[in-house]
């Protein structure tokens, strides 16, 4: 088998993989922010032992930035995820291209095309009708923390793309490893249950720390356009997951939203490879 066939095979598990954490985080009766701060130990200490001797901290400025908006993303949707539906939590996560947009040309020097507006308002859009469902106050709460999601989501983007030379992983890791020290002390709200360290060991060490490392390894041997459209299997079925294990389904507002903001991101991150590719193409024909 070819390595890209492989990789995109992988790809598509990996996202399978990840889709699954709405469902597990559901399952698992204990405090958000205990919940998650295990779940990063686990996945900080999986990632730690199967990278041993090769992790390379230098504390710069983008390692730092990387390592705190990953503990952002880490944090705020696991709490996201118990105060409202999964469907809400992964869809609004899944608007931080528009930050990553619009923050670009000041902190990269990346500018913003006109095509990049359209994207932002239609994605907006989106994001709105996720707030017109009846929601408890808890609900909204979390819709609100969701948003955060992206927004930390969109700054972990960023600042990896400012280590482009560097390793990405180390930022992974030390992202856990916050997030673990914010998590832990709040184990004195209560311990897991037995039930609870199963899905604790399954969303730590599976969930997130081996199949980040597999998600590595994919994406350096897919093209953009492969890559963009097999990560869409994470929203498609993360609350597929959890109406099918625990009987949560989302609002009739949301399902519009979140099929709008799919749509969106799926095109501006494939409308750039397949410009790419009609160029390679003609240029091959000539």
Known sequence: MKDNTKAALLLATTALIWSSGGLAIKLTDLHPMALTGLRSTLAALTMAVLLRGRLCFTFSRAQLGAALGYAGLLVSNVV??????????????????????????????????????????????????????????TGMWG?????????????????????????????????????????????????????????LLYLGVFQQGFSLLLYVWCIKRLGALPAILIMTLEPIFNPVWVALGYGELPGPWAFIGGTVVITAVTLRGALPALRARAIQHSGRSR
């Open 143 to 199: 819709n609100i923390i969701a948003v955060g999601t992206g927004i930390s989501y969109a700054i972990f983007t960023l600042c990896m793309r400012a280590q482009k030379t560097a390793s990405p992983v180390e930022s992974v890791v030390f992202g856990h490893a916050i997030t673990a020290a914010l998590g832990l002390p709040f184990l004195s709200q209560g311990l897991p249950s037995a039930e609870g360290w199963l899905g």
């Open 80 to 137: 996201a995820t118990k105060l409202t539906t999964s469907a809400n939590a992964i869809l609004l996560a899944y608007t931080a291209p528009v930050y990553v947009a619009l923050l670009a040309p000041l902190f990269l020097g990346e500018r913003t095309r006109r095509s990049d507006w359209l994207f932002i308002a239609v994605t907006m859009c989106g994001m709105i009708l996720f707030f017109m469902d009846k929601l408890s106050p």
